[in-house]
């Protein structure tokens, strides 16, 4: 085990006591507001909670890639990011992995390239464009792609993919990385129910491997009540429970939706043309 790994388990991954966040992009108005949450190595939890709830800024928070206030506490494995040195906060960011619901893939780029990024971290500057030529491992990506049916795809260019393939990619990278933290932002938004399934039981399955933290936002609170033994819900950017999901009732799950209305379900990108499946994620 390595030290990275025997530090993760000594404490909690995060410690947010009281914390606050504002909305990304500058603005002044709090997308978080005094959110009081620990997270364990090992542990899996689902956020729920409406749109604009602040899920997607909580995970940003927690990928050290969005500032919170410094009224609060913010601790990850330890150690106040924002109080630490470039160097020292770039090394943390090492341990942490945001896949976002629209993963930031380079179209003209192959599959296996980008997939094989999740190890920019750990390599030199040499060995990065070395593999932008000559893939470093393509065996690792095709290993990862193939976890998520894309094992076909090795070679293709992304911007031939569909949006669900995409988002499928930008998962496959985060297999491929050595965090102890997982972030993942609606994983599922283009996937059907089988492949839906498919993703969660992948992603339980490696976080539990590596004994990593997993904090999965999801709109589908069936899947979330399923899968996850805690339950995080949000609601205009406060934590309104924080329950084992055998505490969760219907109730409760009404109240935390009410006055929002329920979107028709869009078509699943993998059934459309690849040209249109790709502009509708970008």
Do not use: N
């Given at each position: 085990m390595t030290s990275d790994s025997t530090t993760a388990a000594a404490g909690p991954v995060?410690?947010?006591?009281?914390?606050?966040?504002?909305?990304?992009?500058?603005?002044?108005?709090?997308?978080?507001?005094?959110?009081?949450?620990?997270?364990?190595?090992?542990?899996?939890?689902?956020?729920?909670?409406?749109?604009?709830?602040?899920k997607t800024t909580l995970l940003a928070t927690?990928?050290?890639?969005?500032?919170?206030?410094?009224?609060?506490?913010?601790?990850?494995?330890?150690?106040?990011?924002?109080?630490?040195?470039?160097?020292?906060?770039?090394?943390?960011?090492?341990?942490?992995?945001?896949?976002?619901?629209?993963?930031?893939?380079?179209?003209?780029?192959?599959?296996?390239?980008a997939v094989l990024a999740a190890r920019l971290p750990a390599w030199s500057l040499w060995q990065s464009l070395v593999s932008l030529v000559k893939p470093a491992d393509p065996e690792a990506a095709w290993r990862a792609l193939s976890r998520f049916n894309l094992g076909d795809k090795l070679y293709s260019r992304v911007d031939r993919l569909s949006g669900g393939e995409r988002q499928r990619c930008g998962l496959a990278r985060l297999l491929l990385s050595s965090a102890q933290a997982l972030l993942v932002d609606e994983p599922l938004s283009a996937l059907d129910p089988a492949l839906s399934q498919l993703t969660l039981v992948t992603l339980q399955r490696e976080a539990a491997a590596r004994n990593a933290a997993l904090v999965c936002s999801l709109h589908q609170v069936e899947l979330a009540l399923a899968h996850f033994p805690r339950i995080v819900a949000l609601k205009e950017g406060r934590v309104v429970f924080d329950l084992p999901r055998e505490q969760v009732t219907q109730a409760m799950v009404d109240e935390l939706y009410r006055g929002e209305q329920p979107a028709p379900p869009p078509p699943h990108p993998d059934d459309l043309p690849a040209k249109l499946a790709v502009g509708a994620c970008l």
């Open positions: 995060y410690r947010l006591e009281r914390l606050s966040a504002r909305h990304q992009g500058g603005t002044r108005a709090y997308a978080l507001q005094d959110i009081t949450l620990t997270v364990q190595a090992g542990e899996q939890l689902a956020l729920i909670g409406p749109s604009g709830a602040g927690l990928a050290c890639a969005h500032a919170p206030e410094r009224d609060g506490t913010f601790h990850v494995f330890g150690s106040d990011p924002w109080r630490l040195g470039e160097r020292a906060r770039h090394k943390l960011r090492a341990r942490l992995f945001l896949a976002p619901q629209t993963p930031p893939l380079p179209p003209r780029q192959r599959v296996v390239t």
